[in-house]
């Protein structure tokens, strides 16, 4: 069917028209016959009202009037190429309505709530263009008839609408579809104090915070949901009612008031205000409440007194649950009273005593107040009574030192608990006289005049010593100091020492000497083993001691039946204290292996002047038992340590020797190894043998002076 011309091919103007100005024909001059309509209305509408003609009331006309131009210039472009869209009307209600549809909240306002309010105009303009672009498609793509397609098509949009509206109103619209032509200017602000809403004519505040703020004063409110947000500082008002804040720079239409005097006898005032009629609405302290209105008027953080009075906020700075004007201690949360120690300083009492610590210089130490001459930690106590402190005192326990008991560092013992004044000066001159440090305390035996008292003392890393306090020593020539025992001996003399006769720690046999064999290890020498019945008894190693290692015993009948010799072990300082190392046993028939020697320490404060013996010698391996048994392995030397702040050993005999190691026993016999006798020779391998093997000589001991 041929499509309705919407308007025919104007005529050629004939010859002759006339011109006006000679240019525009006089038919032209109907596209402005509006104007005078225009001019008429205008002078009528001011005549009836003297607003009509004003910008507010111009630009609401404009506003207003909007959506009809926009409908209206569309139409006005498809005319203008002769062609006709009947959907136009339909397509500005579904757009909108599918916006809606999509963004209102379900329930009371028939949405299904899919999509953000934000998304409102957007969705509106796309559903829009969708509509165009099928009748463009329609009526370009497929010829079809524009007046038909766009006919349908306002019938197909209109269903949609009912269908998806259910024929009822949207309500609960986002502001996105709100603001651009249903907003106006209410009339109130929180422009003086950010969150403080009143209204601008009178300046009564009605609402204060953010969305999860309250009304004041029991004023209306109705912001929309999630309103104000502090978007702006000027209120607007929807046409449903509700509520926002937007920037005061927009340009909208007001709401605004118009009625008598509310105050027809007050010449101050047209409006009660705050305070009511013939009563200022003063501001004292410019926090947006009259004075009458507000509990502390020169205050402006406070509209009421609260618990602590108009002028002081109601401020809990540390967090402790009590305002600062209730708590003497505003700044520390563990205290509300200065207490004893003060604001911020704890009053507690660390170490249990009778003070606080902010009253004490010694808060971790329950007997001290403050440190006095040893320090915290440290007891100021004076066991001899001279007047010096223990830890100032060189002999805390001898009233007549105050200076340290030697003078020089000794090694191994400690003289806080022995008092030299009460011991004895003794000359060994009796015979023999042995120590015996098994015992505890050590026993004396033939001690020559008054005896002392021994000490048991500890050392660290080390056994425990017996320690034996002089005030001086002689052991006389042809007297002995026999010392045995478990424990090592130090004779701590507080004066001088003179040995013109023997001190004996040897050990002897399968005895050690004092502190001997004590916790050796692989510093014992090691078993031989062996069949002698077979001719094939090994020797036993010898013991390892502070200076060197002790020899392997033999191999009996070319056997690997030795034992290895015991390793090295402890310092060249002697510290700790201890003896030698037992050597191993024969192998074959078990013949024992020696013991090492004994630890013997003299330290004098004065001269140590030695013209005798002193001796901590290993024994000697047992020869091998029986028919070709391995003979055992030699003990090591002991440890001899000599300190004085003079010392003179010239002609001295002082050794620390190993003890040989014991033959191999039978006609084919090995022969034991030599003791060591010096720091820097091993103890001898034992001899091998087609028959036993002889035992290994024991390591050299350590003398120290």
């Known amino acids: 069917m041929p499509e309705t011309a919407l308007a025919e091919t104007p005529a050629p103007v004939a010859a002759g028209k006339r011109l006006i100005g000679g240019r525009v024909p006089i038919a032209r001059l109907r596209d402005l016959a509006l104007v005078p309509a225009i001019l008429i209305i205008a002078v009528v509408g001011q005549i009836v009202s003297p607003v009509f003609l004003q910008p507010d009331n111009l630009l609401n006309v404009l506003q207003t009037m909007s959506e009809i131009a926009l409908l209206v210039l569309a139409e006005t472009m498809i005319l203008i190429v002769k062609k006709m869209d009947l959907s136009l009307e339909s397509t500005m209600g579904l757009a909108p309505g599918v916006a809606a549809w999509l963004v209102v909240p379900v329930g009371a306002g028939h949405g299904l709530g899919l999509l953000p309010g934000g998304w409102a105009i957007p969705v509106t303009l796309a559903v829009g263009a969708l509509v165009g672009a099928i009748n463009a498609i329609l009526i370009i793509r497929f010829g079809l008839n524009g007046f038909i397609v766009t006919l349908g098509m306002l019938i197909v949009l209109r269903g949609a609408l009912t269908g998806i509206s259910g024929g009822q109103t949207f309500f609960h619209l986002p502001p996105s579809m709100l603001y651009l032509s249903n907003t106006s200017w209410i009339g109130h602000t929180d422009s003086t104090i950010e969150g403080l809403w009143v209204w601008a004519d009178n300046r009564v505040p009605f609402w204060r915070g ?20 502090g978007s702006g500082n000027c209120g607007v008002m929807y046409t449903s009612g509700a509520f926002d804040d937007a920037n005061c720079s927009s340009t909208l239409p007001f709401v605004c008031e118009v009625g ?21 609405d003063t501001d004292g302290d410019n926090d947006g409440f009259a004075n009458c209105n507000d509990g502390c008027p020169s205050d402006a953080g406070k509209q009421a007194a609260g618990v602590c009075g108009c002028g002081t906020p109601d401020a809990d700075s540390d967090g402790d649950g009590k305002l600062n004007c209730q708590d003497g201690c505003p700044n520390d949360a563990n205290k509300i009273a200065p ?12 170490d249990g005593d009778s003070k606080l610590d902010c009253e004490e210089m010694c808060d971790s130490d329950p007997n001290k107040l403050d440190p006095g001459l040893c320090g915290c930690g440290t007891p100021d106590s004076d066991s001899d009574n001279d007047g010096t402190p223990n830890c100032l005192d060189g002999c805390p326990a001898d009233p007549t030192l105050s200076a340290a008991c030697f003078p020089f560092t000794h090694s191994n013992f400690n003289t806080s608990g022995i008092n030299f004044s009460t011991t004895p000066t003794t ?11 098994s015992t505890t305390p050590a026993t004396l035996s033939n001690w020559c005049g008054s005896a002392p008292a021994p000490l048991q ?10 320690v034996i306090p002089l005030q001086g020593l002689l052991i006389s020539a042809g007297s002995t100091l026999r010392v045995i025992g478990s424990r090592p001996l130090v004779l701590a003399v507080r004066g001088n020492v003179t040995v013109d006769g023997i001190v004996d720690a040897n050990a002897s046999g399968t005895t050690p000497g004092a502190g001997g064999n004590w916790s050796c290890g692989s510093s014992a020498g090691v078993n031989g083993s062996g069949d002698a019945s077979l001719g094939q008894g090994g020797g036993g190693g010898g013991g390892g001691a502070f200076g060197t290692a002790g020899g392997r015993g033999g191999q009996g009948d070319n056997s690997n039946n030795y034992g290895n010799g015991g390793s090295a072990r402890g310092n060249a300082n002697l510290t700790p204290l201890f003896g030698g190392c037992q050597g191993g046993n024969g192998g074959g028939c078990s013949a024992s292996g020696g013991a090492g020697g004994g630890a013997i320490q003299i330290t004098a404060s004065g001269t140590l002047d030695v013209n005798g013996t002193i001796r ?3 024994a000697a391996g047992a020869t091998g038992c ?5 003979g055992a392995g030699g003990g090591s030397g002991g440890a001899i340590l000599l300190e004085a702040a003079t010392r003179d050993t010239t002609g001295a005999n002082i050794t620390a020797n190993a003890g040989n190691g014991g033959n191999g026993t039978g006609p084919l016999n090995g022969g034991g190894g030599i003791g060591s006798t010096s720091s820097g020779t091993p103890g001898a391998n034992g001899g091998n043998a087609v028959g036993a093997g002889g035992g290994g000589g024991g390591g050299y001991g350590r003398i120290k002076k």
Do not use: M
């Open 210 to 229: 953010t969305a999860n703020g309250s009304a004041l004063n029991s004023l209306y409110a109705n912001w929309s949901s999630g309103e104000p947000n």
């Open 626 to 630: 029986s028919n070709e048994g391995g």
């Open 260 to 280: 008598p005097d509310g105050c027809p006898n007050d010449s101050t005032k047209d409006d009660p205000g705050q305070c009511g009629c013939d009563l200022p």
């Open 616 to 618: 901590a010698n290993g």
């Open 339 to 350: 207490g004893v120690c003060g604001c911020n300083v704890s009053d507690a009492n660390s």
């Open 457 to 466: 003392q500890t050392q660290s890393a080390g056994p425990e010593i017996v």
């Open 427 to 437: 000359t060994l001159n009796c015979g023999t006289t042995t120590v015996n440090t």
